[in-house]
């Protein structure tokens, strides 16, 4: 029976682990460039034990990122920041992972934790301000709230040209040394909008029906599984539930992900649309909300799947990967809250030698630790440490 500390094999790449670093965006890019701050900050949850790092998404072209801080792939010259982080993933035995996307109507930001010329953090700039621009989406609907300046419906030929764009940025991740890659298709972004009905009121190819609003989607995956290495997963983050009776339904996306499965789809990772802030029995705060999703697509698709959404509770992840539900735990905030975080759920979970997962020089000192067994820096279990509280 697998666990969340057993190996994960997709295609021709293995995963030393079911632990998953999801992308989360960090605002910290000039000119889409990665640099030292992402070589330190995703090494750190490689030498933590993750199986699969993620960076943040990464933008096919300049509009697509979320702000002009964003990472992004579209040219020549970004690649070399991101080998510098695929090396050191890799270097502390995790694999290094790439997530494309383009933010669509939900382009122009200021980043979340600052202010710009009294534009408040999350907030859309206007197009005409030095680090904002028209964002571009399946129709000219803005997505409302601080959201709402005007949005250029694209045109067929520019659907085309983001296709070529894809595909161009899969070509410069093999390049960077990325060994999977998963196309952003959720959270408001543009493979979000052409999927919900919210956002995509196209009366052409591309909107109306189910199979027209999945069209961009399977015909942007073809791009991409035309260039990218057969050996390397390709997968899918899908907005697979909008919340909203007018915007995406799950029945939706279980029909659209078999459809991706028989374009060459080997993993969904399925989350939320968020096409739109009306949403209702919002369930953000329940643990692990998407599980009952993920069992049902996998018994109705068969096809391998993830998740993410308050996962953080070892016993919880451990669990579900037991159970067969999902066959990966994606972490976003209890990775950034916990570098560590697979050492410290393997030794919350009991699993033997949880200092296998860092590297071996690291793992020497703390196999080896004389003295007091709770104060080593990474808590033992409560009992443990009351135990040897009361002996003393």
Not at 260 to 267: I, V
Request: aromatic share 10%.
């Amino acid at each position: 029976m697998p666990n969340l500390f057993s190996p994960y094999t997709l295609k021709g790449v293995t995963l030393r682990n079911r632990i998953v670093m999801s992308p989360m965006t960090m605002y910290r890019s000039t000119d889409g460039k990665m640099d030292d701050f992402h070589v330190s900050y995703l090494g750190a949850r490689a030498a933590g034990g993750f199986g699969l790092v993620f960076p943040e998404q990464v933008a096919i072209t300049p509009d697509g990122r979320t702000s002009t801080t964003c990472s992004g792939i579209w040219k020549d010259d970004q690649i070399e920041g991101h080998k510098r982080v695929t090396d050191t993933i890799k270097m502390f035995g995790g694999v290094a992972a790439i997530q494309l996307g383009h933010t669509g109507r939900k382009g122009s930001e200021v980043p979340k934790y600052k202010t710009i010329d009294g534009y408040p953090g999350g907030s859309q700039l206007p197009p005409d301000h030095p680090q904002g621009w028209t964002c571009r989406a399946p129709s000219a609907i803005p997505y409302g709230g601080d959201h709402s300046f005007p949005v250029h419906e694209l045109t067929k030929d520019e659907i085309k040209d983001l296709y070529k764009s894809y595909a161009d940025a899969a070509l410069r991740a093999v390049d960077a040394g990325y060994e999977w890659l998963e196309m952003h298709y959720a959270h408001g972004y543009l493979g979000a909008s052409f999927f919900s009905p919210l956002a995509n009121q196209r009366t052409d190819e591309y909107g109306g029906s189910l199979e027209n609003r999945t069209r961009f989607h399977l015909e942007a995956l073809d791009a991409v599984r035309e260039v990218w290495p057969a050996e390397y997963p390709l997968t899918m983050r899908l907005g697979a539930d909008d919340l909203n009776p007018d915007g995406t339904q799950f029945e939706d996306a279980i029909t659209a992900i078999g459809w991706m499965k028989e374009h060459g789809l080997d993993l969904a990772d399925i989350s939320l649309g968020f096409n739109t802030d009306d949403m209702r029995n919002n369930p953000m705060g329940k643990q692990a909300f998407m599980l009952s999703r993920a069992e049902r697509l996998k018994s109705e698709v068969d096809i391998p799947i993830a998740t993410s959404w308050n996962l953080g509770v070892p016993e919880k992840a451990d669990e579900v990967i037991q159970s067969g539900i999902i066959d990966l735990a994606f972490l976003g905030r209890p990775a950034l809250s916990n570098p560590h975080w697979p050492v410290w759920a393997a030794r919350e979970l009991g699993y033997d030698n949880p200092f296998e997962l860092v590297p071996d020089d690291w793992r020497w000192w703390l196999e080896n630790f004389r003295g007091h067994e709770p104060s080593i820096g990474l808590p033992a279990a409560a009992d443990t440490a009351l135990d040897e509280e009361s002996a003393a």
